[in-house]
């Protein structure tokens, strides 16, 4: 189905930090450009980074700038969301999707994704 699966989902503490890694096992990921979301309880899906099929291009929501961080590995089989100074009002599912976007530019917008992973649940609590 080309459906990505997301893993490293945790309980962590205030401050801490976790990385999420998303892949799609007989897929390369390379073609696509990939997006980070997450769905805390009773809120709409929000989409937080996502990082261009070339890795030149790579956009953060204001709510996690400059302490999460949006990588893709060489090979290009593997995404992953760096998660630092997590807060509580981080706590949600994420989910990783693939946009059939080729070149230097990405949207994080749920309604233009290709493909899901199941989601990560993660909690920020003391």
């Known amino acids: 189905s080309g459906a990505a699966r997301g893993v490293g989902g945790d309980l962590v503490e205030p401050g801490g930090s976790l990385r999420l890694s998303c892949s799609a096992p007989?897929?390369?990921?390379?073609?696509?450009?990939m997006s980070w979301f997450r769905q805390a309880p009773g809120k709409e899906r929000e989409g937080i980074s996502c990082i261009s099929s070339d890795n030149t291009y790579v956009h953060y929501a204001d709510s996690v700038k400059g302490r999460f961080t949006t990588s893709r590995d060489s090979r290009k089989l593997t995404v992953y969301l760096q998660m630092n100074n997590l807060k509580p009002d981080d706590t949600a599912v994420y989910y990783c999707a693939a946009q059939m976007l080729h070149g230097s530019t990405c949207a994080a917008d749920v309604n233009a994704m290709a493909y899901w992973g199941k989601g990560t649940p993660v909690t920020v609590s003391s």
């Open positions: 007989g897929y390369t990921l390379g073609y696509y450009g």
